[in-house]
């Protein structure tokens, strides 16, 4: 028995009605999953440098820092030794529900330790950095090493000149960190012009390719 005309348009209509009003209750439910780990997660803070090799990136890490998202952390020291003079460190893990990290680790060595650790990192293979996430440059401190990535972010180690070493990094994904990293790392350790917020222009830029990537 042949179908209605009408009523294969009706059941058609009822179908793709059903369809977009499924797809909006999807997509609700990931914005409030979303919000609720928002809510649900808090930073977790280690300022203890005894627990120095278990949150670098590596077979001795901590399995939430064994990787950084595939960053280069070799920058940083491998281990703190009793020479090694620590005046600050500080490591932020945050996972609302994807893994970021802000860390950052103020050694001043003895002279000559410190000369070889500048030889060191002065021979890393350092990448490009300027104009990711609005980065300039860095006038503050003499930048040593650096690896850096566009959507992935900074690690990067940079000197006062006075045999003190900075170490740092902001290590995130999706163009943005949620986590208010201004409260936690001082401010001249940041490279110059560092903006990893939703109202920077690199956001809105990635933004607007990802959109145009996704209505091809």
């Known amino acids: 028995m042949k179908m ?4 294969i348009a009706i059941i058609g209509m009822i179908a793709a009605v059903a369809i977009i009003f499924w797809k909006k209750i999807a997509l609700l439910g990931l914005v409030i999953i979303l919000f609720v780990g928002t809510l649900i997660a808090r930073p977790e803070i280690t ?3 005894a627990v120095y090799e278990e949150l670098r990136s590596g077979g001795n890490a901590r399995e939430e820092y064994q990787d950084r ?7 940083w020291p491998e281990k ?6 620590v005046k600050d460190y500080k490591m932020v893990y945050y996972n609302p529900w994807d893994a970021q990290y802000l860390g950052y680790l103020v050694i001043k060595y003895p002279v000559s330790e410190y000369k070889a650790e500048v030889e060191r990192l002065k021979s890393y293979k350092s990448t490009e950095y300027k104009g990711y996430y609005e980065v300039t440059g860095e006038e503050d401190y003499e930048l040593l090493a650096v690896n850096a990535d566009p959507y992935y972010g900074f690690i990067y180690a940079m000197t006062d000149n006075d045999n003190t070493i ?13 986590l208010k990293y201004e409260k936690y790392m001082p401010k001249e350790y940041f490279l110059d012009g560092f903006n990893a917020t939703q109202d920077s ?3 809105k830029e990635k933004e607007r390719e990802m959109d145009e990537i996704a209505n091809e």
């Open 4 to 7: 209605n005309k009408k009523l």
């Open 47 to 49: 300022d203890d440098i």
């Open 69 to 75: 998202w595939g960053m280069d952390e070799s920058i």
């Open 80 to 85: 703190i030794t009793e020479s090694m003079d």
């Open 166 to 178: 900075i170490y740092a990094e902001q290590v995130f994904c999706n163009y943005f960190m949620d």
């Open 201 to 203: 222009q690199y956001y």
